[in-house]
C-alpha cells in the first residue's frame, strides 16, 4: 500500500491540473489493523512499546506521504481468502470485484 501511494503521489506531482476535492476510493487491503490506522490521520503513538507493533514503519510513511497528497485518500478492508471456506475447500464466484483482485493477489503471492 505505501508503494501505490508513493506513485500516486508522484503522479500528482507531474500532473498541473491535480483534482484537491475528490476522495479517491481505490485502496484494499485485507489487512484490518494496517487500513485501521491508515485511516486514522489523527493516530499518535505516546508509548515507546506502541512502536513495535507489526507494519508500523509501512503504515506511518503510509500516512506521512498520504498528507503530501492534494487529495483524500480512504481504504477499505476486503476479507482475504473469499475463493476457499474454512476447510480450504473451494469457493467458485462470482466475488465482488474487489474480491477478485484480492484472490489474484494472493495467488501471485503464493507464486
Known amino acids: 500500500m505505501c508503494g501505490t501511494v508513493l506513485i500516486l503521489y508522484m ?3 507531474q500532473f498541473d491540473e491535480c483534482p484537491t476535492n475528490v476522495t479517491v476510493k481505490v485502496f484494499f487491503c485485507d489487512n484490518a489493523q494496517v487500513v485501521s490506522r491508515s485511516n486514522d490521520m489523527d493516530y499518535v503513538k505516546v508509548k515507546v512499546s506502541e512502536y513495535n507493533v507489526l507494519d508500523y514503519d509501512l503504515w506511518k510513511l503510509t500516512q ?3 498528507a503530501l497528497l492534494p487529495f483524500q485518500v480512504e481504504y477499505h478492508w476486503v476479507k482475504s481468502h473469499q475463493d476457499a471456506n474454512d ?4 469457493i467458485h464466484g462470482p466475488f465482488a470485484r474487489e ?4 484472490i ?6 503464493a507464486q
Do not use: F, Y
Not at 476447510?87 to 473451494?90: G, I, S, T
Open 64 to 66: 506521512k506521504i498520504q
Open 99 to 102: 474480491a477478485d483482485l484480492n
Open 87 to 90: 476447510d480450504r475447500k473451494p
Open 104 to 109: 489474484m493477489a494472493d495467488k501471485l503471492c
Open 11 to 13: 503522479m500528482s506531482l
